[in-house]
């Protein structure tokens, strides 16, 4: 049976991060190198205890860009930097700490 008819829409937004990051590991796998990891809305339809549970399976040693609707304030603790759109413009990205070298933002 397809998920769609027996998973909530959060039960397949939690599965739709878990399945991309397992596509990013093989990616990395095969290239030998770890490539951007990049995920649209990242977010949405997720419970805030599954958003935490996918920040804590970011790969350590990648560059990570996440898009959300939510307030940049939400992940702010989260993020080494914010930068807003609205309105089709960027603002100027806000640096939210320093990370060094091969250092993940946890």
Same mark, same amino acid.
């Given at each position: 049976?397809?998920?769609?008819?027996? +998973?909530?829409?959060?039960?397949?937004?939690?599965?739709?991060?878990? +399945?991309?990051?397992?596509?990013?590991?093989?990616?990395?796998?095969?290239?030998? $190198?770890?490539?951007?990891?990049?995920?649209?809305?990242?977010?949405?339809?997720?419970?805030?205890?599954?958003?935490?549970?996918?920040?804590?399976?970011?790969?350590?040693?990648?560059?990570?860009?996440?898009?959300?609707?939510?307030?940049?304030?939400?992940?702010?603790?989260? %993020? %080494?930097?914010?930068? $807003?759109?609205?309105?089709?413009? +960027? +603002?100027?990205?806000? %640096?939210?700490?320093a990370v060094g070298s091969g250092q993940a933002v946890r």
């Open positions: 049976r397809p998920l769609a008819a027996q +998973a909530s829409s959060g039960e397949i937004a939690r599965t739709v991060a878990l +399945a991309r990051l397992a596509e990013w590991r093989a990616v990395a796998r095969a290239a030998g $190198e770890s490539p951007i990891f990049g995920a649209d809305d990242f977010d949405a339809g997720l419970s805030e205890a599954s958003v935490e549970e996918f920040f804590e399976t970011l790969p350590p040693e990648a560059a990570v860009l996440l898009t959300t609707a939510a307030p940049a304030a939400r992940w702010s603790r989260r %993020a %080494a930097a914010v930068l $807003e759109v609205r309105g089709g413009s +960027a +603002a100027a990205p806000r %640096a939210l700490r």
